[in-house]
């Protein structure tokens, strides 16, 4: 069921690499909503991550939403085996190449929810011809690669923007990048309602004292929801 109260989704680029299966277990008991999986492929981002087995592993130890983002150029060719590892929702970047459209509708024709990220540099010119295919915009807060980075001030203007080109069209606003217990109020203010959080999350805890997660999780939650109005 589609609804705009306030979700957390750790990404587990900050988890500990050794321990995946324990992590994801960890932050959901936690009170984690969405898993968010970031995806990177040392081209289209300075990084490398998870290939699509690595995301089936994972999946066995997720019982909600695993929220798969793909940093990854060129993305078609790959959009099956993610969709095939488990993905509930399969997020591209507008940026990976010249067919996005093609590349909404493929994810879709997977049986994933369609996600369609903006990276900080990227304008919503192009979204009134995308907005009835998506069913998430992820507006990047940072430019994508690496976990622990400066929030961009600049795309809370973008966020709003976006809300209102929106109206009652049931799409998720997703944030990625730099979220706190400071910034997570003014992207829900503007009107965002999936927060992905990697270092607020997992800093100062581990699997074992996952009530770490757990106080940085609802900081972050109640941040958020009380600005929300
Ligand atoms: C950046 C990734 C983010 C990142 C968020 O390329 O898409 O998901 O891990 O990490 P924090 O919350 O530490 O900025
Ligand atoms: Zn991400």
Redesign the pocket.
């Given at each position: 069921m589609f609804d705009r109260t306030i979700k957390i989704a750790p990404?587990i680029?900050?988890a500990d690499f050794a321990n995946f299966g324990a992590e994801c277990r960890a932050i959901e008991a936690q009170g984690a909503d969405w898993v968010?999986v970031?995806v990177?492929d040392g081209h289209f981002?300075p990084?490398l991550t998870f290939g699509p087995a690595t995301c089936a592993a994972i999946r066995k130890h997720i019982k909600g939403v695993m929220d798969v983002?793909l940093?990854i150029s060129p993305v078609d060719a790959y959009i099956e085996a993610y969709a095939k590892a488990g993905a509930d929702v399969i997020t591209a970047h507008l940026e990976s190449g010249p067919h996005i459209h093609r590349t909404l509708q493929a994810i879709r024709a997977a049986g994933a929810k369609a996600g369609l990220a903006l990276n900080p540099g990227t304008g919503l010119d192009q979204l009134p011809y995308l907005l009835d295919m998506v069913d998430l915009i992820c507006v990047?807060t940072?430019?994508?690669?690496?976990?622990?980075?400066k929030f961009i001030h600049s795309q809370v203007e973008k966020v709003k923007a976006l809300r209102a080109m929106i109206g009652d069209r049931p799409i998720h606003i997703e944030i990625?990048?730099?979220?706190t217990t400071e910034t997570a109020p003014l992207v829900a203010a503007a009107g965002a309602d999936v927060l992905?959080?990697?270092?607020?999350?997992f800093s100062g805890g581990s699997v074992d004292t996952p009530q770490v997660y757990g106080r940085n999780i609802a900081a972050i939650r109640a941040a958020a929801t009380a600005a929300m109005g």
């Open positions: 990404s680029l900050s968010h970031d990177m981002v990084n983002h940093m990047m940072v430019n994508p690669g690496f976990g622990g980075q990625d990048g730099g979220v992905v959080a990697g270092s607020a999350v």
